[in-house]
T-cell receptor, first 114, second 114 residues
Framework: GAVVSQHPSRVICKSGTSVKIECRSLDFQATTMFWYRQFPKQSLMLMATSNEGSKATYEQGVEKDKFLINHASLTLSTLTVTSAHPEDSSFYIC??????????FGSGTRLTVV | EDKVVQSPLSLVVHEGDTVTLNCSYEVTNFRSLLWYKQEKKAPTFLFMLTSSGIEKKSGRLSSILDKKELFSILNITATQTGDSAVYLCAVDVDRGSTLGRLYFGRGTQLTVWP
């Protein structure tokens, strides 16, 4: 089946630094990838949709300059949290969609900003 | 506004009990409804429902969709402690060339006591 690899699984960074999270589709080409954020006891909130080779579409209220998304190839999308602050601490999950495999989720990244 | 509403938000049962989890939705361009199980990390896929009245089964789990009343239920019979998790309902919405997006409910936290 389809596999999406996400790393790192856990990262702790200092306030003001940037963190990059990678999401790779291992055995299929993902023309579209999604980035979600999940706070404790809350559901997954879509942050942005990225299409290979074009700019990401951000959901309302998500700062595009703070959460930089790059989808440069059919198998890799990255999310960079720039100038991270403690309130950015959260669980970030990527998902890839392909016409054949539907939605496949990465294993998630637990970001803690101290 | 909540597009996908799950109930109950929390449920505690004993092993062997049967549980029913509810999901109602209100979206345009509905494509499918999906159920996921989330245990600390990323969601794992359970079912995808596209047609009304057709029950899908996988072991002790089953699910059905009512597109007229806009809801779905997930049943778990003879619950086991390993069923303890958050169960997420998501609705896939068609957005044309971007392959759609998922709207998630807040989830039902199921706890099964031995």
């Amino acid at each position: 089946g389809a596999v999406v690899s996400q790393h790192p699984s856990r990262v702790i960074c200092k306030s003001g630094t940037s963190v990059k999270i990678e999401c790779r589709s291992l055995d299929f080409q993902a023309t579209t990838m999604f980035w979600y954020r999940q706070f404790p006891k809350q559901s997954l909130m879509l942050m942005a949709t990225s299409n290979e080779g074009s700019k990401a579409t951000y959901e309302q209220g998500v700062e595009k300059d703070k959460f930089l998304i790059n989808h440069a190839s059919l198998t890799l999308s990255t999310l960079t949290v720039t100038s991270a602050h403690p309130e950015d601490s959260s669980f970030y999950i990527c998902s890839a969609r392909d016409w054949n495999y539907g939605y496949t989720f990465g294993s998630g990244t637990r970001l803690t900003v101290v | 506004e909540d597009k996908v509403v799950q109930s109950p938000l929390s449920l505690v049962v004993h092993e062997g009990d049967t549980v029913t989890l509810n999901c109602s939705y209100e979206v345009t361009n509905f494509r499918s409804l999906l159920w996921y199980k989330q245990e600390k990390k990323a969601p794992t896929f359970l079912f995808m429902l596209t047609s009304s009245g057709i029950e899908k089964k996988s072991g002790r789990l089953s699910s059905i969709l009512d597109k007229k009343e806009l809801f779905s239920i997930l049943n778990i019979t003879a619950t086991q402690t390993g069923d303890s998790a958050v169960y997420l309902c998501a609705v896939d919405v068609d957005r044309g060339s971007t392959l759609g997006r998922l709207y998630f409910g807040r989830g039902t936290q199921l706890t099964v006591w031995p």
